[in-house]
């Protein structure tokens, strides 16, 4: 069986999208550890940051940061501002094999993170 995120962008499971926009989306975490926690998922699926080839991929991972800044801007996180999170492999606490960037808003975040 594919990915949770592959499932989700094939409409095989649900999410609460809040962006389907060519080749990423924006989806609800269904496990937020903030008032406002989303994340922007390429559709390609690729494991790890590690996975993603700096050169081929390099305007994914431009695409989904501005994506992210985008997203804030639209819900207003902008003026307060917010966080952006990649975990990588098992000491990054990455969870879920299909890349991703957390974005994180609407308290007051912590430093240095657990
Ligand atoms: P990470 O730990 O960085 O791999 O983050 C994976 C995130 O994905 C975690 O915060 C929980 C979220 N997540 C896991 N399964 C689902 C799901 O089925 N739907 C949604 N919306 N989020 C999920």
Same mark, same amino acid.
């Given at each position: 069986?594919?990915?949770?995120?592959?499932?989700?962008?094939?409409?095989?499971?649900?999410?609460?999208?809040?962006? /389907?926009?060519?080749?990423?989306?924006? $989806? %609800?975490?269904?496990?937020?550890v903030a008032? @406002?926690? $989303?994340?922007?998922?390429?559709?390609?699926?690729? *494991?790890?940051?590690?996975?993603?080839?700096?050169?081929?991929?390099?305007?994914? $991972?431009?695409?989904?940061?501005? @994506?992210?800044?985008?997203?804030? *801007? *639209? $819900?207003?996180?902008?003026?307060r501002g917010f966080r952006l999170v990649? /975990?990588? %492999?098992?000491?990054?606490g990455? @969870?879920?094999?299909?890349?991703?960037?957390h974005?994180l808003g609407?308290r007051q975040m912590k430093w240095p993170p657990g």
């Open positions: 069986m594919s990915c949770i995120f592959c499932q989700i962008v094939d409409g095989k499971a649900k999410a609460d999208f809040v962006l /389907n926009d060519g080749d990423v989306f924006a $989806i %609800r975490d269904v496990h937020p008032p @406002t926690h $989303i994340l922007i998922i390429p559709k390609k699926h690729v *494991r790890s940051l590690l996975e993603l080839d700096g050169a081929d991929d390099s305007q994914l $991972i431009s695409k989904m940061v501005a @994506t992210a800044v985008d997203v804030a *801007r *639209r $819900i207003d996180l902008d003026e990649w /975990n990588c %492999r098992s000491d990054g990455q @969870t879920v094999d299909h890349v991703h960037l974005l609407g």
